[in-house]
């Protein structure tokens, strides 16, 4: 690869998503956007190798999708009457802006949080909005995504252009939602990137048991993303969330990948750069006031951790509270289970394995690996060993992770 090649690779990385949006302001479609912006990225391909790369190379980007935009409309040969006005819209805009340095910056922001919230629309589906951020606001390729998710590369760009399909077809408009469609677009942004940091943070299935990538991309668009909506406290919450269980990345994995517990971990190396980050996110999201939401609650619980210098400082009483605020928001069985933790943490392992029995009982997480793995530590420490050995190889035999499925069987072996 040429210099000029790494650099328009850089470049791509860097701009690709103000580019899209900013052309997505203009025609209204996120899939004619990212094909204008592609073009303009094999026109950087054919030309920067040979003339250099230009002091503005996002503006370059800007300039020469817009035109090549103005051709395509250009070219057709059945113009609506919409299509005729937008190309106009199209030529004025450009006699309007003859400083390509500004204008790759104008209403940059509001552009950004219009893709977001495009791209997390609900009326796709939960991968299909995964897939289509990952591809317009991390820039990452489609063979990029189906790597990090362990799906087939076909099935992947096959989910993207659905979507963008989708989006066109159901005339989603490109922009901020108000009133009370604004929460729940919202919600589904957060969710996205949500999903994207924990399939980084402990893979669902592989031989990987992290992908930091994954990990770093959702913190950089939840950060992009607490910029444009600083007066969202939930927004403040999941970066908070975020920057906190990223600060313990570097311990969570021994010399050869293995998986090293919460309680198990060397402390010292954590990142306490990060932690600050996400104590002050947190602090932002408290100081907006209207009650912590699901995500300011669960970099709660998250602070509690990173407060507590050693395992045995931590506040598990508090943590237990937590869960239950948080039960109360969103009930869930998954809340429960990490509530019954926290709970046999703080008051004895008895009356965590009593929680832990109900969840068993009434069958929610039939399946949920982490069920018998709970279970099987708690009877552990009451000293029911062969009991505990079977629950660790269940949870070992529902785990689709590797490096889970190792440390499972050798808690099993290992139990007593």
Request: aromatic share 4%; glycine share 8%; hydrophobic share 45%.
């Amino acid at each position: 690869m040429t210099d000029a090649h790494r650099a328009i690779d850089a470049v791509w990385r860097i701009e690709s998503a103000r580019l899209i949006a900013g052309l997505a302001r203009v025609v209204r479609d996120v899939g004619v956007a990212e094909d204008l912006a592609q073009e303009a990225l094999v026109a950087a391909l054919e030309q920067w190798p040979e003339s250099g790369v230009p002091d503005n190379p996002g503006a370059w980007l800007m300039a020469t999708a817009k035109h090549r935009g103005i051709d395509r409309l250009r070219r057709s040969k059945v113009l609506e009457r919409k299509h005729e006005e937008l190309g106009r819209e199209l030529e004025r805009r450009e006699a309007a802006e003859p400083d390509l340095d500004a204008a790759i910056d104008d209403d940059i922001g509001d552009d950004l949080l219009r893709l977001v919230f495009t791209t997390c629309h609900p009326v796709l589906s939960r991968e299909a909005r995964i897939a289509l951020t990952l591809r317009l606001l991390g820039g990452l390729t489609t063979e990029e995504i189906a790597r990090a998710f362990l799906a087939p590369e076909p099935t992947v760009a096959q989910r993207i252009v659905r979507a963008k399909r989708t989006l066109a077809e159901a005339q989603v408009p490109f922009e901020v939602p108000t009133g009370a469609d604004r929460a729940e677009r919202l919600a589904s942004v957060l969710e996205v990137i949500y999903l994207v940091f924990n399939e980084g943070y402990a893979a669902t299935a592989g031989d990987d048991w992290m992908r930091p990538a994954l990990c770093e991309e959702a913190l950089r668009l939840g950060r992009i993303l607490a910029e444009l909506a600083p007066k969202q406290p939930e927004v403040h919450g999941l970066v908070a969330l975020m920057e906190i269980q990223a600060s313990r990345s570097r311990a969570r994995a021994g010399p050869s990948g293995e998986p090293i517990l919460l309680l198990d971990q060397d402390r010292a190396r954590w990142d306490y750069l990060l932690i600050g980050r996400g104590l002050r996110a947190l602090e932002r999201a408290e100081k907006l006031g209207g009650g912590l939401g699901p995500y300011a609650l669960q970099a709660a619980i998250a602070a509690c951790h990173a407060r507590a210098r050693t395992a045995e400082q931590t506040d598990w009483a508090r943590i237990a509270a937590l869960y239950d605020a948080l039960f109360q928001l969103t009930p869930s069985p998954v809340v429960e289970l990490n509530r019954a933790v926290a709970v046999g943490m703080a008051f004895g392992p008895v009356a965590g394995l009593e929680l832990v029995d109900e969840l068993v009982s009434e069958g929610p997480l039939e399946g949920y690996h982490l069920l018998p793995a709970v279970r099987g530590d708690l009877l552990e420490k009451l000293g029911r060993i062969d009991e505990a050995r079977a629950e660790f190889a269940r949870a070992a035999s529902l785990t689709r992770n590797s490096r889970e499925r190792e440390v499972l069987l050798e808690r099993a072996a290992g139990a007593g």
